[in-house]
């Protein structure tokens, strides 16, 4: 499990990796969140490519962001969503709360 | 039915266990030769189980988690998660979609999930008791493979 934050042009990008539940969201929510709440980014992009598991845990992390991102009227993106993932994702019907890329869309759209 | 094989582990109710536990059940189910998907399904609804024993159970304690894992011989699995924790009062109320007693990240669909990704979910609680979810699936059967 790990975080990677890149800060690009006002867009931080959050890379995360392992295994994402409730054990293992605690430090990825109090690394993103220091960061963020210091910055203010206009957008937040959690990428997802190297994420191995993810319960619903993960959904609450990604709920989480968005209304912190809402504070200063920032976005939350989620990309590069493993197929694995994606059914979990749909489920809690994320994609009315904030953008949601798939596997290769992201890769089209840069 | 009785069952192909069986296991039960137990342990204590630390969000560390949560991974132990899934990659646990994972590693038991895998004589049936599930496909990705359904292991994957398996390992997130007993992450949610437990998870659920860890936050609302013992919610400010620490008890015992117990899991039995049954394999038969139709490709089916029985997984049991049971705690010896504060119980639910309303499962009807628990087992709804965005429900949370929780203040803080808690996204409500612990048992939305269990029930999505498994094909059945049986949930009995007693206040003060404990409660016990059981799930099944059934894997697909795919044509043996041969040489």
Known sequence: MGVRLILKD??????????????????????????????????????????????????????????????????????????????????????QLCTVRRGTEFEAAQ | MKPLNEMKVSFLSRSSNEAFARATVAAFVAQLDPTVDELCDIKTAVSEAVTNCIVHAYRDTIGMIY???????????????????CGIQNIEQAMQPLFTTQEGERAGLGFAVMQSFMDQLHVTSKPGKGTTVTMKKTMERRPEKHG
Request: glycine residues 10%; proline residues 2%.
């Open chain 1, 10 to 95: 006002g867009v931080l990008t959050a890379v995360l990796s392992g295994e994402i539940d409730h054990h293992s969201a605690r430090e990825i929510r109090g690394e993103i969140d220091e960061t963020a709440s210091r910055i203010k980014p206009k957008k937040l992009i959690l990428d997802f490519s190297a994420v191995q598991f993810m319960d619903s845990s993960g959904i609450g992390l990604i709920m989480g962001r968005c209304k912190l991102m809402q504070m200063w009227g920032g976005q939350v993106e989620i990309v590069r969503l493993p197929s694995k993932i994606e059914k979990i994702v749909s489920l809690a019907g994320l994609d």
């Open chain 2, 67 to 85: 899991i039995t894992c049954r394999l038969f011989e139709n490709g089916s699995i029985n997984v049991r998660i049971r705690d010896c924790g």
